[in-house]
């Protein structure tokens, strides 16, 4: 961390470390030791039923201007299927105490659960406007990616979802490759592209959070819509 910082000061390390945050006593002692260093500027994922006020705070003064949170769905019953053990209350929760921590937030969200329909979906967009009207700095939207290995792949005809291509390249973030019980491929691509929609109607989110944040904006942004931007 010290040779990032001081080979790269303006820059933002990014950990894509699905567990980075889930042991919350070894992260408090991660930050102990950024704010006795020198810190620099980082972004993490964790999850909204491990973080605190307190804890958020404690990332912020050690260099984090940025967290992830895996939203997923603005459903209950399709978080509760997903078997993600989180709430909507704590997603929340989290999202206001990130702002009042000074953190750059994300809520990252999934169009096409095996459970979606119309409904929950419509429910998830009303959530995420929720969301960014009381503290996100942004949310993004991604199709359901079923790869091998997945539970969603291996449990595909159990969950009645309908492939409709085998070609690996066309499998990506933003291109739904199945149909649920409950929505088409078309419908899916509506309901990402009014994602896409509402997460620009809030980008300006970005600039009422700290200027150090700003200076990335181009790297957090290219982060977060899982694309390579060239600056």
């Excluded at 939203?71 to 978080?79: A, T």
């Excluded at 997603?91 to 750059?104: H, L, P």
């Excluded at 969950?159 to 690996?168: A, E, H, N, P, S």
Aim: aromatic content about 10%; some cysteine; overall charge neutral.
């Amino acid at each position: 961390m010290d040779y990032l910082g001081n080979k790269f000061p303006k820059d933002v390390t990014i950990f894509w470390d699905d567990a980075f945050g889930f042991d919350t006593e070894r992260l408090r002692s991660f930050c102990e030791e950024m704010i006795k260093a020198k810190p620099h500027l980082w972004s993490c994922g964790i999850r909204v039923d491990r973080v605190s006020l307190e804890l958020l705070k404690l990332l912020h003064k050690a260099g984090c201007v940025k967290v992830n949170f895996g939203v997923e769905s603005g459903s209950q019953r399709i978080l509760n299927e997903s078997m993600k053990g989180i709430s909507l209350d704590q997603i929340r929760n989290a999202v206001k105490w990130a702002q009042e921590a000074g953190i750059y937030n994300s809520c990252s969200i999934i169009i096409g659960h095996p459970g979606d329909t119309a409904d929950t979906v419509e429910e998830t967009l009303k959530f995420a406007e929720e969301l960014l009207n009381s503290g996100a700095t942004s949310c993004t939207f991604n199709a359901m990616v079923p790869f091998p290995g997945t539970y969603v792949y291996e449990k595909r005809d159990e969950l009645g979802i309908k492939f409709i291509t085998d070609k690996w390249e066309e499998y990506n973030f933003l291109n739904p490759v199945f149909e649920t019980k409950g929505l088409d491929v078309e419908q899916l691509r509506k309901y990402l592209i009014e994602g896409l929609i509402l997460w620009g109607k809030y980008k300006n989110n970005r600039d009422k959070i700290h200027g150090r944040i700003r200076k990335r904006d181009s790297i957090l942004l290219g982060e977060l819509l899982g694309r390579n931007i060239q600056t």
